[in-house]
Every structure is written in C-alpha cells, then in structure tokens.
C-alpha cells in the first residue's frame, strides 16, 4: 500500500481500486488497509486532471456527491461527472492524492457476481443488448476468471449455462472453488464475446451458504419485501411500519444512489425493532438484474418474497394478514409459487401538497382499473435462469402462479403523487427494459403519465388527474388501526417527528 501521495508523514493510504463512469456520475472504489478509519464525505474532494497539461485549469476540484459502503474493502465515493478530456482521482482536504486506477464505461461491463449455492456462479453484466424475458445462446459467449483479463494465458474458461437479459450463469472452475480467495486481490468473473473479446470487468464473487443437509427446515421468514429505491427515505417509515402490520418480517433494500437521509432514516427503524437491511446497489437502468440479485440472498431466510416498490401497499379488504392470503391463495397445491396482485393505481386526489399523515391516508381517489400486477414469489421456485420482468419471475418446471382475488388482496399503488414527489420520476427509469421518460420512446406505455409527454412541467389540473374512483378502504383501515387515540397521530409521523420531514 503506498504512502498518499503529497504527505510527508507517509501515513499508509487506501487505494482505488478502480473508477466507473456513469451517465451522471462517476463511481470510485477505495480499498482500504486493515483496521484503517474510512474517510467521510468531508475528508475527501474529486480531483480532475486535464490531459492537456498546458491547460489554465489543468486540475478541478469538487466535493463528492455522496459516500457509500462501511467494509474497508468496498467504499465507493460517488463524485460529479468527469468533464471532458479529464481524468478523475481523489485528494485528502488535509493534504496528498490517491491515485487513480482502472477506469471502466458503463455501457459495457461486469458488474456483480456471486457464486450460487450449486456452485454455479451468477454473473450480471451491462452492454450485451439482449432482449427482455428471452433466452440467448449461450454458444456465442464463453465465462473468464482471472486477476488481470489483460493476460489471457493466465485465465480459466468455463461454459456458459445459460444467458438471459443482464443474468448468465456460468459453471465455476473447481480451481477457483477451491483456492482461498486473495485478500488484497480477489478473483473477477467476465464474460467473453466470442469473436468480439471480454468484457471490462469489477465483479469478484463472493460465496453463497450452501444448502444443509437432511430434510429442509422452514425459513425464519415466512414473508419478506425487497425493493430498489433512489431518494425515498421520507417515505420508508410508512411503507415499513404498515407492512410489518400486515405480516412482513424482513426488508430488503436496494438503495440505488440515494443522496438524502435515507441511512439514517433506516438506522432509526432498526433501532425500533425492525429488521430491514441496506445494500448499495449504484448500478443504473437494472432493476431486474438487482431483483434477481435480491431474490437469491432472500432464499435463504424467506419462504415468499414481494417484489414492490416503497409507493405501493398490500391491502386486504378482508382485513386478512400476507400470512392468511397466502395460506388461501396457494393453498390449491404445493406448486403454487407465485401470487400476482393487482395494482390499482392512486392519483393526486385534489392535493397540490405531500399529505401530512401519510400516503395511505392522503390519497383516496384511483383509476376504476388495476393497471398492472406485482407478484410475491417463492425463491426456491425461481427458475435458474432468474429472468423476470420487474413484475413477476419465470418459475422452473413444475411450479405455476395463481392470480390472488381482488377481493382478498390488492396492491394500493400511489403512483402519481402531488407534483412535488411525482416529477422525480423523470430523472430516470430504474428498470432495464423501460425507456427513460426525457426520451420519445414508447411515448403511449403505460409506464407513462397519460398525456405528459417528456417535459416535467406541471400540468395546471394535475391535482384532479387519475381520479374516477373515490377508494377509502385502507385509508380507514389505517386510522382504525394505526392512529393513536390520545395524540391523534400515526406511528410514522412520531418516529419521523412529522410526515416526510
């Protein structure tokens, strides 16, 4: 580990590991020594070195956006994007450089990868262009492992399983299952094109728990939720608390660059007895790879998994518990591994302002038709391929899904919110498959706003909008159930001190 460069006191510094360039930002990876403190957001600026060393700014500097991960091994400083004809590095405010190492482009590269409990390893890569919900051929495509893709007679090859989207599973080399894995420099995992080359990569696989031995036992959670999110912390409470009501019992979140509090907001929940995770998943337009990637770390733990996002609500207007709706909607066989709800979808209901009490409460008035559906799926069940289209997986051979009654169970989704919040959605799509709302793409989708367009300019009667039923069922449920009769206030205004704040 060298000294920072610029420090007299040579006191031993991380390194980074490698730079990623996104559309908006830039990503850089610090690895640190052992038992090192990790930098803060104030410790660190970005550094930008122009090429063009005559230039009269031949270096910028900027604070990073946000800092990201608590391992020594695996920091990320997210830092503005690079200008053109500029490199990126990091300085200490006190003083000394960290240099710069591997710098990798978005469009195509490796970017996660874990090997699965049958010893397979799940890859994820970004730039092969292949469609939705379909199968590839997996003869053009070839798996690398190695240190340095750069010395080809230095790597292993292994077959390609299957490819599917962002998800190829390949079959790991025996010397790489067996050899114990560097510290300082842990094996990647690539993806040869065949006649085209490998891919960049930064994706080292980490172990999966393999299954034990004997009859299986049941899981710790009968029900879990994972979600991907970007900014959501002020609503998180809510969407937490009411779903631990209805019988949720474990979180998943995939944070996907939040920039607000949404840390913070999750150590309170934690604090309060909830068991709900963070993991940091910079990795933009993937929603279904980090769904995937979510679904095999919940099998494990959880019998059933929701896929949703933090606007949308299970609600039975039976009042049944997720526990009750899934004994009664898969109880018509052991292969039922799929529930598909369907989503009906809320509009701003005469607000022109974020609802103090709450989502569930504020908003009351919907389209007369679900729109879509979301499913809760069991993750054994999941086919090997882990090909799902945001809204529901493909099963493997055997298994099939049911559509749940609306009468036992809905999804309340509060899609299109007060101006304020719903105008965040033209930042960017998360999901793979789905065009950004900026661009004249699939203009009529119903991922749109009818009659929008790709300007996010208020429409002077958008607080009437999406309003044809008036639907005050969970609402009163919640004020039956949840309000406290002395204070008159919900569990997510007390613990949040106030609504959103």
Same mark, same amino acid.
């Given at each position: 580990?060298?000294?920072?460069?610029?420090?007299?006191?040579?006191?031993?510094a991380?390194?980074?590991?490698?730079?990623?360039?996104?559309?908006?930002?830039?990503?850089?990876?610090?690895?640190y020594?052992?038992?090192s403190?990790?930098?803060?957001?104030?410790?660190?600026?970005?550094v930008y070195?122009?090429?063009?060393?005559?230039?009269?700014?031949?270096q910028?500097?900027?604070?990073?956006?946000?800092?990201?991960?608590?391992?020594?091994?695996?920091?990320?400083?997210?830092?503005?994007?690079i200008?053109?004809g500029?490199?990126?590095?990091?300085?200490?405010?006190?003083?000394g450089?960290?240099?710069?190492?591997?710098?990798?482009k978005?469009?195509?590269?490796?970017?996660?990868?874990?090997?699965?409990?049958?010893?397979?390893t799940?890859?994820?890569v970004?730039?092969l262009?292949l469609?939705?919900?379909k199968?590839?051929? @997996? !003869?053009?495509?070839?798996?690398?492992? $190695?240190?340095?893709f750069?010395?080809?007679?230095?790597? #292993? %090859? &292994?077959?390609?399983?299957?490819?599917a989207?962002e998800?190829v599973?390949?079959?790991?080399?025996?010397?790489?299952?067996?050899?114990?894995?560097?510290?300082?420099?842990?094996?990647? @995992? !690539?993806?040869?094109?065949?006649?085209? $080359?490998t891919?960049?990569?930064?994706?080292?696989?980490? #172990? %999966? &728990?393999?299954p034990?031995?004997g009859?299986?036992?049941?899981?710790?959670?009968?029900?879990?939720?994972?979600?991907?999110?970007?900014?959501?912390?002020?609503?998180?409470?809510?969407?937490?608390m009411?779903?631990?009501?209805?019988?949720?019992q474990n979180?998943y979140?995939?944070?996907?660059?939040?920039?607000?509090d949404?840390?913070d907001?999750?150590?309170?929940?934690?604090?309060?007895?909830?068991?709900?995770?963070?993991?940091v998943?910079?990795?933009?337009?993937?929603?279904?790879?980090g769904?995937?990637?979510?679904?095999?770390?919940a099998?494990?733990?959880?019998e059933?998994?929701?896929?949703?996002d933090?606007?949308?609500?299970?609600?039975?207007?039976?009042?049944?518990?997720?526990?009750?709706?899934?004994?009664?909607?898969?109880?018509?066989?052991?292969?039922?591994?799929?529930?598909?709800?369907?989503?009906?979808?809320?509009?701003?209901?005469?607000?022109k302002?974020?609802?103090?009490?709450?989502?569930?409460?504020?908003y009351?008035?919907r389209?007369?038709?679900?729109?879509?559906h979301?499913?809760?799926?069991?993750?054994e069940?999941?086919?090997?391929?882990?090909?799902?289209?945001?809204?529901?997986?493909h099963?493997?051979?055997?298994?099939?899904?049911?559509n749940?009654?609306?009468?036992v169970?809905?999804?309340?989704?509060?899609?299109?919110?007060?101006?304020?919040?719903?105008?965040?959605?033209?930042?960017?799509?998360?999901?793979?498959?789905?065009?950004?709302?900026?661009?004249?793409?699939n203009?009529?989708?119903?991922?749109?706003?009818?009659?929008?367009?790709?300007?996010?300019?208020?429409?002077?009667?958008?607080?009437?909008?999406?309003?044809?039923?008036?639907?005050?069922?969970?609402?009163?449920?919640?004020?039956?159930?949840?309000m406290?009769?002395?204070?008159?206030h919900?569990?997510w205004?007390?613990?949040?001190r106030?609504?959103?704040?």
């Amino acid at each position: 580990m060298e000294a920072l460069s610029g420090d007299s006191s040579a006191v031993t510094a991380p390194s980074i590991r490698e730079t990623v360039i996104l559309p908006d930002q830039v990503l850089v990876f610090l690895k640190y020594p052992p038992s090192s403190r990790l930098f803060t957001k104030e410790d660190l600026l970005c550094v930008y070195l122009s090429a063009n060393k005559s230039s009269s700014q031949s270096q910028r500097r900027l604070p990073p956006n946000h800092i990201d991960g608590k391992d020594v091994n695996d920091q990320i400083v997210r830092c503005p994007l690079i200008p053109r004809g500029y490199t990126v590095s990091l300085a200490l405010k006190s003083g000394g450089y960290i240099h710069s190492g591997p710098t990798h482009k978005w469009d195509s590269l490796v970017y996660e990868a874990l090997i699965d409990r049958d010893n397979t390893t799940v890859v994820f890569v970004k730039g092969l262009n292949l469609r939705p919900e379909k199968l590839s051929n @997996a !003869s053009r495509f070839e798996c690398v492992y $190695g240190w340095d893709f750069r010395r080809p007679k230095f790597l #292993l %090859r &292994s077959q390609v399983i299957s490819m599917a989207q962002e998800i190829v599973r390949c079959k790991t080399p025996l010397s790489v299952l067996g050899a114990p894995q560097r510290v300082n420099s842990p094996i990647k @995992a !690539s993806i040869r094109v065949k006649g085209r $080359g490998t891919l960049h990569s930064i994706a080292r696989p980490g #172990l %999966r &728990s393999k299954p034990q031995p004997g009859p299986p036992e049941r899981k710790p959670h009968e029900m879990c939720i994972c979600t991907m999110l970007r900014n959501q912390a002020r609503f998180l409470r809510e969407w937490v608390m009411f779903h631990a009501q209805v019988g949720v019992q474990n979180w998943y979140i995939y944070d996907n660059n939040s920039d607000d509090d949404i840390e913070d907001v999750m150590e309170s929940l934690v604090q309060a007895g909830f068991n709900i995770s963070r993991h940091v998943w910079p990795w933009i337009k993937t929603q279904e790879a980090g769904f995937a990637h979510c679904a095999l770390r919940a099998r494990e733990s959880c019998e059933w998994v929701g896929f949703i996002d933090v606007d949308e609500f299970f609600y039975s207007p039976l009042g049944l518990s997720l526990h009750d709706v899934i004994s009664n909607q898969s109880g018509s066989g052991n292969n039922v591994a799929e529930i598909r709800t369907s989503c009906y979808s809320f509009g701003p209901s005469g607000l022109k302002h974020l609802p103090p009490q709450g989502v569930m409460v504020g908003y009351t008035c919907r389209l007369g038709a679900p729109e879509r559906h979301k499913s809760i799926v069991k993750p054994e069940a999941l086919n090997s391929t882990l090909v799902n289209v945001v809204h529901h997986f493909h099963l493997s051979e055997g298994f099939r899904y049911v559509n749940a009654d609306r009468g036992v169970l809905v999804i309340n989704h509060y899609k299109y919110q007060v101006w304020e919040v719903f105008k965040e959605k033209f930042y960017r799509r998360v999901a793979t498959y789905v065009a950004d709302w900026q661009n004249e793409q699939n203009v009529g989708s119903k991922d749109r706003a009818p009659g929008l367009g790709t300007r996010a300019v208020e429409p002077p009667d958008w607080s009437s909008r999406f309003c044809e039923v008036t639907d005050t069922g969970l609402r009163n449920l919640v004020l039956q159930k949840f309000m406290d009769p002395l204070t008159n206030h919900l569990p997510w205004e007390e613990l949040g001190r106030g609504y959103g704040n």
